[in-house]
């Protein structure tokens, strides 16, 4: 009978090399406190080139992965961890890399009967040509996302001819980009933690622009929860982040967001944006937001992960 080892000594990974490495830190604030709480014993690690032998020497029961964005949540960080035969929180390296990719994760939705925003992807050497030349992507208004940054980092929201678009020598978020076309409406996002959705938060930034700063600046953004949408949308929307959710195959946690505009009509107006496998653990983060209305406390959601840490890849 093949009994689980009890859980005692864990290494928590916070920093990082992405640009997001600022909300690793506050994320990883709050796991750390909530890791002492529960009992654990806490090394905290900011991952460098040395981390394969800084795990081997320190021999950690579970790694709690606290990083955000590039390396952290694109299936490297699970791939090494699966390499040394280390259990880790969140989801393994296929569904971290597939909910990375913004126009992979939009392909899954589809086949899932989600709605996207009409899109396409063009390699970035090729959108500075266009944009040299003064031509336009797709109709106005759209986006310029980034293939695989989160936090809105490296997305310009193209409205009229006045909007600021990328510069090339402005432009360090890799060669993929996403253009997508711009869902006015309702910003929306649905947590789905233990493989069931619990909720819908509606955001209403201040700005209009859900941005880096009208995140994770305070009130910044108004929190509306739960959100002030149809119930048949609401309904749906926890419906299609559940499928996406397990169509990718997400372990444990995610969040997915979504715009409705209420002007197409109802259920037409819902649209799947995005899904994130490390969701943010801020104080002004949805996941703890969302689970605490529905009974979950922030120990409770990092205890969950901790029990669904594990290797998925059998030698």
């Not at 952290?72 to 990719?101: C, F, K, Q």
């Not at 444990?252 to 496998?277: A, H, P, Q």
């Amino acid at each position: 009978m093949n009994i689980k080892k009890p859980i005692k000594h864990i290494v928590l990974l916070v920093g990082g090399p992405s640009k997001e490495r600022e909300i690793s830190e506050r994320s990883g604030k709050s796991v750390y406190d909530a890791l002492l709480n529960l009992g654990y014993k806490v090394t905290i690690i900011d991952p460098k080139e040395t981390l394969a032998n800084d795990l081997l020497t320190i021999k950690p029961d579970l790694v709690f992965n606290c990083l955000h964005g590039t390396f952290g949540e694109d299936g490297a960080i699970p791939g090494l961890l699966e390499w040394l035969r280390i259990p880790y929180t969140h989801s393994g390296i296929a569904a971290s890399a597939v909910a990375m990719n913004k126009v992979l994760s939009k392909k899954i939705a589809l086949i899932c009967k989600v709605k996207t925003p009409d899109y396409l992807e063009i390699d970035s050497s090729d959108l500075f040509k266009l944009l040299k030349n003064n031509q336009e992507l797709m109709q106005k208004p759209y986006v310029i996302k980034a293939m695989q940054q989160g936090s809105t980092i490296g997305i310009y929201l193209i409205l009229d001819k006045n909007s600021r678009k990328p510069k090339e020598e402005e432009w360090h978020f890799g060669n993929g980009v996403l253009v997508e076309e711009y869902i006015p409406g309702q910003e929306l996002s649905v947590v789905v933690f233990k493989d069931k959705a619990l909720g819908v938060l509606e955001l209403r930034p201040k700005t209009n622009f859900y941005d880096y700063d009208s995140k994770y600046n305070e009130g910044a953004t108004e929190h509306i929860y739960p959100a002030d949408i149809p119930k048949n949308i609401y309904l749906e929307a926890m419906r299609a982040a559940e499928e996406v959710h397990r169509a990718i195959g997400c372990r444990t946690l995610s969040r997915s967001d979504f715009r409705y505009n209420s002007k197409i009509g109802v259920l037409e107006g819902l649209f799947f944006l995005e899904i994130n496998t490390h969701p943010g653990f801020t104080n002004l983060s949805i996941v703890p937001e969302i689970a605490y209305h529905n009974g979950f406390s922030f120990e409770q959601i990092v205890e969950q992960l901790i029990k669904d840490a594990k290797c998925e890849i059998t030698p």
